[in-house]
């Protein structure tokens, strides 16, 4: 068992070195499944729990991979697939265990999944997935555990996703790339992380066009070949050291971000947190009480749903009323409980929450019901009078790098501990 231990406080100081983005790497390791021959290199790579769950996967099927940890590179040799079996006991636990789709197909002419896991927020639909492989040409079977896709040679058509999914774009993405054919996406997910996973397949020799407008099209080759890509900037991490600066009534130097922070900027600096971009490093600084804020979460560019946890700590500690409509998921509100136990005021109605604050938090012992919710309890507690003990520190463990470590280097009191049982 991993648990957090916060004492709250600190005035959060220094310089914040922002991690390769998990929903970009993700992706990246399935795509390196796709070659054949070579080895790919992927830098910047975030050491966390869902990397590792990621690399023993594709140990399962046949790739030899190597973690350089210090060197956060990864180097992967998919010569050698051998198994079209994504163990429930690696695959149940992270959602981009359905990435390795796309590579079982093309490479053994199948794909038996047992399972998929990845964050409880609610109903999490694999349809537009399995509808897309369908209409590529493959069987599906669908059971009560383990889903069976087979195919002998997918062939290009035109797909169209309800909503613009995430893993979904990225997963047909991956299916056209060595299909025959031209394979058309229609509204596709525009996230910069899909836009990274296609810069990656450019230079593995993908023709894919039109990333970035909802339109994808992709041109089937025979081949994809090993590159050295560099994984993009966590936007999601960023955005939680922005917001610890603003509820610490800090100021913390962004270094790795190279990107822009887009709503969540606007949205902090509405609540009264200043942001300098000083050449590469975006300044973060809070020396006024927080302003409330209404957020309404959606697919790029809105408002990320990933980040809407965090903000609703954040939303506790401002003067007056705030408001959160989540739109993606319809689970995702566990965290108000959590947060009313240390003090917070926090109201839900089905997919709304009204923030009631400031209210001064308390640390008390509280649990992670996700990857968000973890990381958002943290903010709570580093503005809490007190200790504030989080659990299980696992799920936070599987989006956040090195987190107590580089949060004390800003001056937080922060431990992480294991413990039996
Ligand atoms: C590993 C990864 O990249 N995870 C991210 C990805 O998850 P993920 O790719 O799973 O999220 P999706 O964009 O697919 O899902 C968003 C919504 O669409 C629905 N849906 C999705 C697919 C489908 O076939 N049918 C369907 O109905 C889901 O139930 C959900 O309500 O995007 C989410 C939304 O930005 C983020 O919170 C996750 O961090
Ligand atoms: C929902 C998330 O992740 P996953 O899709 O990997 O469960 C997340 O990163 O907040």
Same mark, same amino acid.
Request: aromatic share 18%.
């Given at each position: 068992m991993v648990r957090y231990r916060v004492r709250g406080g600190n005035a959060l100081r220094g310089t914040a070195f922002i991690q390769g983005a998990k929903n970009a790497v993700l992706p990246m390791i399935g795509a390196a !499944? !796709? =070659? #054949?021959?070579g080895r790919t290199v992927l830098r910047n =790579? #975030? &050491?966390i729990e869902d990397v590792r769950r990621a690399v023993e996967l594709a140990e399962a099927v046949g790739a030899q991979v190597e973690l350089h940890e210090a060197e956060r590179t990864l180097v992967i040799d998919a010569s050698r697939l051998h198994s079209p079996v994504l163990p429930a006991e690696i695959a %149940? %636990? $992270? %959602? /981009?265990? =359905? !990435? $390795?789709t796309p590579a079982l197909l093309h490479r053994l002419g199948e794909a038996i999944v047992e399972g998929v896991g990845g964050c409880n927020l609610g109903s999490r639909n694999l349809d537009f997935h399995y509808l897309g492989y369908k209409r590529l040409g493959a069987v599906v079977d669908e059971g009560e555990t383990v889903i069976h896709v087979k195919a002998s040679g997918l062939t290009g058509a035109t797909l169209y996703l309800d909503t613009p999914s995430h893993t979904g774009t990225e997963n047909l993405i991956m299916a056209g790339a060595l299909a025959r054919g031209t394979t058309v996406i229609e509204n596709a997910a525009l996230e910069p992380e899909v836009l990274d996973v296609i810069d990656m397949l450019t230079k593995m020799g993908a023709r894919i066009s039109g /990333? /970035?407008? /909802?339109f994808i099209t992709v041109e089937g080759v025979e081949e994809l070949h090993a590159v050295e890509h560099t994984v993009m900037p966590d936007r999601l991490d960023a955005g939680v050291f922005a917001m610890a600066a603003a509820i610490t009534q800090g100021e913390v130097s962004l270094v790795g971000t190279g990107l822009d922070l887009g709503v969540v900027r606007y949205k902090l600096e509405q609540m009264g947190v200043d942001f300098a971009r000083q050449g590469a490093v975006l300044n973060v600084r809070c020396d006024r009480p927080l302003r409330p804020i209404n957020i309404i979460t959606d697919t790029?560019?809105?408002?990320?749903t990933d980040l809407q946890s965090p903000m609703m700590t954040v939303a506790a500690l401002a003067d007056g009323h705030s408001y959160i409509h989540e739109? &993606? $998921?319809?689970? %995702? $509100?566990?965290l108000a409980g959590e947060l009313n136990k240390m003090g917070a005021d926090v109201a839900v109605e089905g997919s709304r929450a009204i923030v009631r604050g400031a209210t001064p938090l308390t640390g008390t012992r509280v649990t992670a019901h996700d990857l968000r919710s973890g990381i958002a309890l943290v903010l709570a507690g580093l503005a809490a009078k007190g200790e504030t003990v989080i659990e299980s520190g696992y799920l936070i463990d599987r989006g956040h790098a090195h987190l107590a470590e580089r949060m004390r280097a800003l001056g937080a009191d922060i431990t992480r501990e294991i413990s039996a049982g």
């Open positions: !499944l !796709l =070659v #054949p021959k =790579v #975030p &050491i %149940r %636990r $992270f %959602r /981009g265990s =359905v !990435l $390795f /990333g /970035g407008t /909802g790029y560019p809105g408002f990320a739109r &993606i $998921f319809d689970g %995702r $509100f566990a």
